[in-house]
């Protein structure tokens, strides 16, 4: 049983069966095809050698296949991880250099370390502080910088910018040496694939094809681009005019090797490990629960960062760069039959084939046809509508999903991102240092409480009921003061006041002598403090301190019960209602 716990593969491996593997190897065939092409671009688009993101689509798919959770989930190179593998060597080493190679090793295998870490630390939360309008401008300003950084290869240009106005400027500056045979090509392939991902579908639905098989084949068509225009680069010696080739890739398996243990690098490069690992960990989750939830099953995050982390580490002694789970492989694998992650690791067996038996004919591939490849699969990343949408529901999360993109796009990858969540936190603090409250009465009849600004309610001029909208804490404890003072202030007759606090799930040191300095000064003022609704646990804590001692009212099951016993003006209901109120068990709230 602790060997299962440990191992995620145990779980599963005892009942496997031929029917199983069958459906996994159709998967790993269709995941394949799909792969190396990608391979293939996410490692120019890293400024990497090209058979770098086919050594990153080995070793850690079968690691992942290991200690993975999720079924399906696809593990290799990626675009959001390539531009920000790119970005974070680009003040290294100069890009496709041996010393840039083995930086991108050092940083696969530090990502891996900061994700290994996170897991055994069960620090998947940390994630959390990544808001989704933070990545949702994140990963639409990296589409863009994607889409921008492959232009150079459409044209035949050659320029490298860590941001959009360098990009902007080396192309500018290069338009007069643009070559027309790669364009013809680059733009050919572009306006291929993107026909082929709008309209090729629902036309082989029309001729009477199952919608999965449309789906797959439509999903295949970088790899008849890339078969197509490496046979008319070979046949037509395209390379003589100009046009520039993957080049020659090395036959072969990775060897594995220990990357550098230079300690200066390794700082140099953490922030960037970090960053990637965070992003990457909250683009394979999504993913993976997104698919597992189709199928009712689950996957474990802290399961899923080792599992992720291991195949960073193993990317990074294998001569690969960083890896994570890819949004458009996966839905390939889930939809192609994959049942277990055995899906994935026939797909680096096939991987490894390819890398053995086709790098003579890939050594034609033009580079335009690989950023044709990689600018139609980053559109699905690109959604500037979601500004508006988001600014329309929040302007505070729309500010930062539009700062996050700008800065992304204008200054960097690692700035944008940092910048986007200190916005997240910074505004997080912000709203929940001023809690929503609201003074609240019964809904006549009932036993429900409304605001009384907003439903026609009963109230009682010696008793409020004051209802708080958030967890109590060092940030907000002081503005609880203030509201409870100028309310106190502004009623003459008041005689008792009712914290209700069924939004309460936490009340910290800073909270607590709040509440103490606001149950002293009502007694000053002689108002009674009560209490309603308060959670068991957030209880237990209380009861273990003075403030329950020297409360002057009472703690009440809920606010109905502190209305019947301090608003009935019968003295028997009252004591009825205090009698209820103080034999309140605080363990079953």
């Known amino acids: 049983m602790r060997f299962g716990r440990l191992l995620p593969i145990a779980s599963w491996l005892e009942g496997y069966r031929g029917d199983a593997f069958a459906s996994d190897l159709l998967a790993a065939v269709i995941v394949t095809l799909m792969l190396v092409p990608q391979?293939?671009?996410?490692?120019?688009?890293?400024?990497?050698?090209?058979?770098?993101?086919?050594?990153?689509?080995?070793?850690?798919?079968?690691?992942?296949?290991?200690?993975?959770?999720?079924?399906?989930?696809?593990?290799?190179?990626?675009?959001?991880?390539?531009?920000?593998?790119?970005?974070?060597?680009?003040?290294?080493?100069?890009?496709?250099?041996?010393?840039?190679?083995?930086?991108?090793?050092?940083?696969?295998?530090?990502?891996?370390?900061?994700?290994?870490?996170?897991?055994?630390?069960?620090?998947?939360?940390?994630?959390?502080?990544?808001?989704?309008?933070?990545?949702?401008?994140?990963?639409?300003a990296s589409g863009i910088l994607i889409a921008a950084s492959q232009l150079g290869h459409l044209l035949g240009i050659p320029y490298r910018g860590s941001n959009l106005i360098e990009m902007g400027a080396g192309l500018i500056n290069g338009l007069d040496s643009a070559n027309v045979t790669t364009m013809v090509i680059g733009f050919g392939v572009l306006a291929y694939l993107y026909l082929c991902r709008n309209y090729l579908r629902s036309v082989l639905t029309g001729v009477g094809l199952t919608q999965r098989a449309a789906d797959l084949i439509t999903k295949a068509a970088p790899v008849s681009a890339v078969i197509v225009t490496t046979l008319v680069a070979w046949g037509l010696k395209l390379g003589g005019d100009g046009v520039n080739l993957v080049g020659q890739v090395p036959s072969g398996l990775p060897t594995l090797a220990m990357p550098s243990m230079d300690t200066s690098l390794w700082r140099t490069l953490l922030p960037a490990a970090v960053l990637i690992s965070l992003v990457g960990f909250v683009e394979s989750v999504s993913v993976a629960q997104t698919l597992a939830a189709k199928r009712r099953q689950r996957i474990d995050p802290n399961k899923e960062l080792i599992a992720l982390g291991l195949s960073n580490v193993g990317a990074g002694v294998s001569g690969g760069s960083p890896v994570s789970g890819g949004f458009s492989r996966s839905v390939v694998n889930f939809e192609a039959g994959a049942v277990t992650p055995v899906a994935g690791a026939l797909t680096a067996v096939g991987i490894a084939l390819a890398t053995l038996t086709l790098t003579e004919?890939?050594?034609?591939?033009?580079?335009?046809?690989?950023?044709?490849?990689?600018?139609?699969?980053?559109?699905?990343?690109?959604?500037?509508?979601?500004?508006?949408?988001?600014?329309?529901?929040?302007?505070?999360?729309?500010?930062?999903?539009?700062?996050?993109?700008?800065?992304?796009?204008?200054?960097?990858?690692?700035?944008?991102?940092?910048?986007?969540?200190?916005?997240?936190?910074?505004?997080?603090?912000?709203?929940?240092?001023?809690?929503?409250?609201?003074?609240?009465?019964?809904?006549?009849?009932?036993?429900?409480?409304?605001?009384?600004?907003?439903?026609?309610?009963?109230?009682?001029?010696?008793?409020?009921?004051?209802?708080?909208?958030?967890?109590?804490?060092?940030?907000?404890?002081?503005?609880?003061?203030?509201?409870?003072?100028?309310?106190?202030?502004?009623?003459?007759?008041?005689?008792?006041?009712?914290?209700?606090?069924?939004?309460?799930?936490?009340?910290?040191?800073?909270?607590?002598?709040?509440?103490?300095?606001?149950?002293?000064?009502?007694?000053?003022?002689?108002?009674?403090?009560?209490?309603?609704?308060?959670?068991?646990?957030?209880?237990?804590?209380?009861?273990?301190?003075?403030?329950?001692?020297?409360?002057?009212?009472?703690?009440?099951?809920?606010?109905?019960?502190?209305?019947?016993?301090?608003?009935?003006?019968?003295?028997?209901?009252?004591?009825r209602g205090l009698k209820s109120a103080s034999g309140f068990s605080s363990r079953t709230a």
């Open 39 to 140: 391979a293939l671009a996410y490692a120019l688009l890293a400024g990497l050698p090209p058979e770098v993101g086919l050594y990153a689509s080995m070793l850690p798919l079968v690691i992942y296949a290991v200690f993975g959770t999720s079924a399906t989930l696809a593990v290799g190179p990626v675009a959001v991880a390539s531009l920000m593998t790119a970005s974070a060597l680009s003040g290294i080493a100069e890009a496709g250099s041996p010393e840039y190679v083995g930086a991108a090793l050092v940083l696969a295998s530090l990502s891996g370390v900061v994700l290994v870490g996170m897991g055994v630390l069960r620090l998947g939360f940390l994630a959390n502080f990544l808001s989704h309008p933070v990545i949702s401008g994140f990963v639409t």
């Open 361 to 575: 004919p890939l050594a034609f591939l033009p580079k335009a046809t690989l950023a044709a490849t990689i600018i139609v699969a980053v559109g699905t990343l690109i959604d500037l509508p979601a500004i508006r949408r988001t600014m329309a529901y929040s302007v505070p999360d729309g500010i930062a999903m539009l700062a996050t993109l700008l800065l992304t796009l204008l200054h960097g990858v690692e700035s944008g991102i940092l910048v986007g969540v200190g916005l997240s936190i910074g505004l997080h603090l912000y709203r929940s240092s001023r809690p929503h409250s609201a003074v609240v009465g019964r809904v006549p009849g009932t036993e429900h409480f409304r605001n009384i600004e907003r439903h026609d309610v009963e109230t009682n001029q010696r008793v409020v009921f004051l209802r708080v909208d958030e967890s109590l804490y060092f940030a907000n404890a002081r503005y609880l003061e203030d509201t409870v003072l100028a309310l106190v202030s502004n009623q003459a007759c008041l005689t008792d006041l009712v914290l209700t606090c069924q939004a309460v799930n936490i009340i910290d040191a800073s909270a607590l002598e709040s509440l103490e300095a606001i149950n002293a000064r009502l007694r000053d003022a002689g108002v009674r403090l009560h209490l309603a609704e308060v959670k068991g646990p957030v209880m237990d804590r209380l009861e273990n301190t003075e403030f329950c001692h020297e409360l002057t009212g009472q703690v009440f099951l809920s606010t109905y019960a502190a209305w019947e016993a301090l608003t009935n003006r019968d003295g028997a209901g009252a004591a």
